[in-house]
């Protein structure tokens, strides 16, 4: 049984830092892509990073180009974001994800076949 758990969410003031964290078991990992996506109040799920496992080749949503960074730890097999210089803007819940499909479709909420539960980031201003 495949499981994704998110956690490091939390209200900071905007210009502050979090650091999320994806604990992925049940599987090897190897092979897959895992991404972060975010949803904010009405408004619909929206990619903001993943890596691929192998090879560790990233993609960022243009919006935390340069704020966010992407990595993982193949051993603990857990996926990390570390999100820097936030704005009120990022205020979402935040879900982490794991695809097979090509790396092409990373950005693509619809092409990950697993999800975790989710974890909230609060941005104050």
């Known amino acids: 049984q495949v499981q994704l758990v998110e956690s490091g969410g939390g209200l900071v003031q905007a210009g502050g830092s979090l650091r999320l964290s994806c604990a992925a078991s049940?599987?090897?990992?190897?092979?897959?892509?895992m991404g972060w996506f975010r949803q904010a109040p009405g408004k619909e799920r929206e990619f903001v990073a993943a890596?691929?496992?192998?090879?560790?080749?990233?993609y960022y949503a243009d919006s935390v180009k340069g704020r966010f960074t992407i990595s993982g730890d193949n051993a603990n097999n857990t996926v990390y974001l570390q999100m820097n210089s936030l704005k009120s803007e990022d205020t979402a819940v935040y879900y982490c994800?794991?695809?097979?499909?090509?790396?092409?479709?990373?950005?693509?909420?619809?092409?990950?076949?697993?999800w975790g539960q989710g974890t909230q980031v609060t941005v104050s201003s």
């Open positions: 994800g794991a695809s097979t499909s090509s790396f092409y479709y990373t950005h693509m909420s619809r092409s990950y076949d697993y």
């Open positions: 890596i691929r496992w192998s090879g560790g080749s990233t």
């Open positions: 049940g599987r090897t990992f190897s092979s897959y892509t």
